[in-house]
């Protein structure tokens, strides 16, 4: 496994024992979005702010590569799907870990939604997946979300926290989540799953203590990191959104601390 812990090494800081990924494969779900029309430049910014590492398309890698400056981490997406398909929530597998390694990856990471009409059709993607990555000792990071016919509440604490119990269940090295919205309801999510637990960002939030007091109390929680991707490559200030993040993350820097450092 010594294959494994040397990659993870290059996606989770080895001194906090935590990471802030920032993931930019929104591309082939919506297209170039605000903040994403020119990915070398974004690029440049998130990895400026200090991310641990960035997480794109196959096609895109080539954007992200660092000829000069500061070095990324790189996890490779696996799944693919789109808003206008006749179900945006299936996912196939549009690359493989074989041709993640010959890219340069550091890590892959697969999409699941739980509850969605073909869920078992990326249940056995992830097993496959995850099969592969043990071959090759790949880390993988497991995006698992609840959405469907049957989901009431994506952010429902029992369906989150079975998501993240499937993605540790099937393999991953990293399980990617929402959050719960609480510090005692999350800290049930990362009681139930053996593996690192990341929250996910979400939709655009109109409020940077918003975002801040979320990532606080997901670490309070227990959480090992975040991998939030508009709320970061869209901010205004992205550089410095992202670095207020990582003081969080890394340092434990509190909420107030990490306003005053987003507003200097």
Not at 56 to 65: C, D, E, L, S, T
Not at 204 to 232: C, H, P, Y
Request: aromatic content about 4%; charged content about 25%.
């Amino acid at each position: 496994m010594i294959g494994k812990k040397i990659r993870l090494e290059r996606i989770i800081d080895r001194n906090s024992g935590r990471t802030v990924i920032v993931p930019m494969d929104h591309g082939v779900t919506v297209g170039p979005i605000a903040g994403l029309e020119d990915m070398c430049e974004a690029i440049g910014k998130v990895v400026r702010g200090g991310a641990n590492a960035i997480l794109m398309h196959k096609g895109i890698v080539r954007a992200g590569h660092r000829g000069a400056g500061k070095d990324v981490g790189l996890i490779v997406h696996l799944s693919g799907g789109t808003s206008i398909s006749p179900d945006p929530n299936a996912k196939e597998l549009v690359c493989g870990v074989e041709e993640a390694v010959k890219l340069g990856a550091d890590a892959v990471s697969i999409h699941v939604n739980l509850g969605a009409e073909t869920d078992s059709d990326m249940l056995a993607q992830l097993g496959f997946v995850s099969e592969q990555c043990m071959e090759w000792q790949m880390p993988l990071v497991a995006m698992m979300y609840t959405r469907g016919p049957k989901i009431e509440n994506e952010y429902d604490v029992k369906y989150v926290k079975h998501a993240a119990r499937v993605g540790a269940e099937l393999g991953a090295d990293i399980v990617k989540v929402p959050y719960t919205g609480s510090v005692e309801s999350f800290k049930e999510v990362v009681g139930g799953c053996p593996v690192p637990v990341v929250i996910a960002g979400g939709e655009k939030m109109d409020s940077d203590k918003d975002i801040f007091q979320m990532v606080a109390d997901a670490l309070e929680a227990g959480a090992t990191g975040l991998s939030i991707g508009r709320n970061a490559f869209q901010h205004a200030k992205c550089e410095k959104m992202i670095g207020a993040l990582c003081k969080m993350v890394h340092e434990g820097m509190g909420v107030e601390e990490a306003i005053k450092t987003l507003q200097g």
